[in-house]
């Protein structure tokens, strides 16, 4: 539910998807979290159930996919608490690994979107215009995994300081920016207001940032 909420709010449809993905994780981190072993339950375990439902599962899908909303999660509101969470989660299952064969490969997208150098792309623009909603269609047209796509809206207010922090212009019609981030910098695409020119400058963008770091997780 929380990685369907992201996927609804990059699409345009509205803030209340990245509060409702906010709220979602945060219920997971204090319901489900084991404090001993470390990862998530599949349901709150009480220590009264009977049988089986007080021993609790970690599906390894599960906590991976909620380790990739939460990175997602970080790249869309900076907060670093998130990609801490993430990185509880890669941890916890980082010893079963060598025994876990191809189950492991949810493991290995989560942590491809932490070891990759992220591509976010904002588009600035009023949500219910044609021209926004274009630009937002065009930057999920061309696929990248590391990619995350976040409407702004110059009206709102949370949004307009963000707009205002990164610098962007917002009076001349609906455009979208597109930057690789890094903990060295960034490293800012051409704004563009043609879906078109988008859809080919996401695809063949590649970052000037060098990064070096012996880690594999370089959100931080």
Same mark, same amino acid.
């Given at each position: ?16 998807y ?7 994780? *945060? ?30 599962? *970690?599906?390894?899908?599960?906590n ?8 997602? @999660? ?5 907060d ?10 890669? *941890? ?7 025994? @876990? ?11 491809e979107r ?9 588009v600035?623009?009023a949500?219910?215009?044609e ?48 930057m ?10 051409? /704004?563009?207001?043609? /879906? ?5 400058? @996401? ?6 940032i ?11």
């Amino acid at each position: 539910l929380a990685a369907v909420s992201l996927d609804l709010y990059e699409a345009g449809q509205g803030i209340a998807y990245l509060d409702r993905a906010e709220s979602l994780v *945060k219920w997971a981190g204090e319901r489900l979290s084991d404090s001993v072993g470390g990862g998530l339950w599949d349901a709150p375990v009480y220590p009264d159930a009977l049988g089986n439902l007080k021993v609790g599962n *970690k599906d390894v899908g599960d906590n991976m996919l909620i380790a990739d909303t939460l990175s997602r @999660l970080f790249l869309l509101t900076g907060d670093e608490g998130h990609v801490q969470s993430a990185e509880r989660l890669l *941890k916890a299952f980082q010893p079963a690994v060598p025994n @876990l064969g191809f189950f492991a490969a949810p493991i290995a997208l989560a942590i491809e979107r932490m070891a990759n150098l992220p591509l976010v792309v904002h588009v600035v623009g009023a949500p219910a215009e044609e021209a926004t909603q274009a630009l937002v269609a065009a930057a999920h047209r061309a696929y990248r995994f590391e990619r995350v796509v976040q409407p702004l809206d110059p009206a709102d207010e949370d949004d307009a300081a963000l707009i205002d922090q990164l610098g962007y212009a917002t009076d001349g019609g609906p455009t979208a920016y597109g930057m690789f981030v890094s903990p060295q910098g960034e490293s800012r695409l051409a /704004p563009t207001q043609d /879906p078109e020119t988008l859809v080919e400058t @996401l695809r063949g963008a590649q970052p000037e940032i060098v990064v070096e770091s012996d880690s594999l997780i370089l959100l931080r």
